[in-house]
Structures are given as structure tokens and as C-alpha cells.
């Protein structure tokens, strides 16, 4: 993958002539059309950042930026175009992120208090909603809860987390939920072995676990183009959403840090989107009307 930075865009071209980039939303452009499919079911997991969770309504996102902060939210657009080998192309455009509360670079420097909430957006098939949700919470120390103390209000809303970790002043709670349903242990789950294809009568073996960092698999929910998709392009196979919360204490400042990720969501977003952009892609193709 070749990149180029041009202005504030990210622009790189990727197999079957796919060219992305990634820059602040502004202006118009033209843009194919992806169409938007109903019948999204509501998560199975009671997990909520602010009130919220990945695949509500995109009104209920704005609603709670409003309400969180008085300045206009930041969004960062994604752009993609995509060419088959007969040269018929497909454009994408789609609101990537929205965030509220970033102090910027020099204020992260400071290491000023925040609140900056985060939400990485589905593209229209999937009515903008929000597939993931983040939130950076710094504030002075003697304002913030002790570990103890949100650990305990935490497993008061939803139980006793998959794993958790505490060493000095930092703490990490994780809660994960897989097509069974709620992980109880996340390291005691029956390791797992995955036999990559490196070609030439080589492969290589990774072991992994269902919903646990590390593994093979794409953890990312953001929408990327790619084709043909190899075993390990799969987002997060099995695990269906985790919800994992960082503490690091400080002397005078402490980082509070949630994200909440729906793995099973954006496997059927991308599922779609592909499906709608290879349907395109195959379409007849009216000639152009150039003065030739």
C-alpha cells in the first residue's frame, strides 16, 4: 500500500484500484449512493456509553453532543473510490467520525482536564449510526473516583467483567460478549489456533482467544474497502461486542478511559456495503457523452 499525505487528507491506493482518503468534512462532491437497509436488531448486550450504544439512531447521537457541548461537533469525512478491472467505478463518501470535547494537541501535551467523546459512524446503508463509541475522561485527581469505587458502580450496572487487571494506580476492566452471550472468563476460554496461508506450502500458526486483544483478526470497525478478503481481514470472528474501561491514576490529573466496540455490527455493515458496491460495480455502464 502506497501513501501520499495531500493537505489535511490521508489519499492510498489499495488492491482492485481502491483509492481512499480521510479528511475534515467540508464542501460537496459527487458521490454514489449506498441504500438503506432496515431491520437492524437491537444489541443483545446491555452495555451503554452515556445512555448510548452502537447501532442507535444517529438523532440520538447528535441529541447527546448538544446536550454535552455547545460547540458544533468535529467529523472527519472518508472518501473512497473503488474500480473494477473493466473500469467501471464506485464513489464513497460517508461521515467516518464525530467527536466532541478534544482539547487539541496542546492541550493533550498540558495534559489538560477533558471530555471527549468519540463515535466512529457506519456509513447510510446503515443510517449513520454509530458503530462505535469512545470516551477519554481527564480530570483533576481529587474529583475523580477512585478505581475501587468505579469498578463497584460499574459491576452494579452489569456484573462482574470478563477480566479485570489492577497494578498501582492503573486499572483495566473489560467486558465481552460473544455469539453465546456474556464471557464470563475471558482468559479461561479454550485457546483457539489460527493457520495462516503464507504461500509456497508454508503457514504460520496464531493462537487467540474469542473477543481477547492480540489475535489474528481485524479489530477495527471502521468500513475499508478490499477484494478479494483473506481469512484474516474477518472483524473479531465470534465476539460480538466489548466494552473495556482504563484507570490511570495520577497526582494531579487522572485518565478515565471507556470504549465500546460492536464487532457484530460492523461485520454486517461491511457485508452490506460490499455487497452493494460489487452489485454496482457489475451494473451495465452507460457510455459518456464527451465532445471527442
Not at 462482574?160 to 467486558?175: F, N, V
Not at 503457514?203 to 471502521?222: D, H, I, K, L, M
Request: charge should be negative.
Amino acid at each position: 500500500m502506497n501513501s501520499v499525505l495531500s493537505g489535511s487528507c490521508r489519499v492510498s491506493s489499495f488492491a482492485l484500484s481502491a483509492i481512499v482518503s480521510l479528511c475534515a468534512a467540508s464542501g460537496s462532491a459527487t458521490a454514489d449512493d449506498l441504500r438503506a437497509v432496515g431491520g437492524i436488531e437491537a444489541r443483545p448486550y446491555p452495555y451503554r456509553l452515556l445512555g448510548l450504544r452502537p447501532g442507535d439512531p444517529v438523532d440520538d447521537l447528535a441529541a447527546l453532543f448538544t446536550e454535552r457541548s455547545e460547540a458544533a461537533p468535529t467529523q472527519t469525512e472518508r472518501r473512497l473510490r473503488i474500480q473494477s478491472p473493466q473500469g467501471k467505478a464506485f464513489d464513497l463518501r460517508y461521515e467516518t467520525t464525530r467527536e466532541i470535547g478534544d482539547v487539541g494537541m496542546q492541550g493533550r501535551l498540558a495534559n489538560a482536564p477533558q471530555d471527549h467523546i468519540t463515535a466512529f459512524l457506519a456509513t447510510e446503508a446503515f443510517g449513520d449510526r454509530p458503530l462505535a463509541l469512545f470516551r477519554v475522561l481527564k480530570e483533576p485527581t481529587e474529583k475523580a473516583p477512585e478505581p475501587a469505587a468505579l469498578k463497584a458502580q460499574l459491576e452494579e450496572l452489569y456484573g462482574q467483567p470478563s477480566k479485570a487487571e489492577m497494578q498501582g494506580q492503573s486499572m483495566t476492566l473489560l467486558y465481552a460478549w460473544g455469539t453465546d452471550g456474556f464471557i464470563a472468563d475471558l482468559d479461561g476460554q479454550p485457546v483457539q489456533t489460527f493457520v495462516e496461508d503464507l504461500g509456497g506450502n508454508r503457514t504460520s500458526e496464531r493462537q487467540f482467544r474469542t473477543c481477547a486483544a492480540g489475535g489474528p483478526f481485524n479489530a477495527s470497525v471502521e468500513y475499508d474497502f478490499k477484494s478479494p478478503r483473506v481469512a484474516e481481514d474477518a472483524i473479531m470472528p465470534d465476539c460480538v461486542a466489548t466494552y473495556e474501561i482504563t484507570y490511570q491514576g495520577g497526582p494531579e490529573i487522572s485518565t478515565i478511559k471507556f470504549a465500546l466496540k460492536d464487532y457484530d455490527l460492523a461485520r454486517l455493515h461491511q457485508a452490506e456495503v460490499d455487497r452493494q458496491i460489487m452489485e454496482a460495480l457489475s451494473s451495465p455502464t452507460s457510455k459518456s457523452d464527451m465532445d471527442l
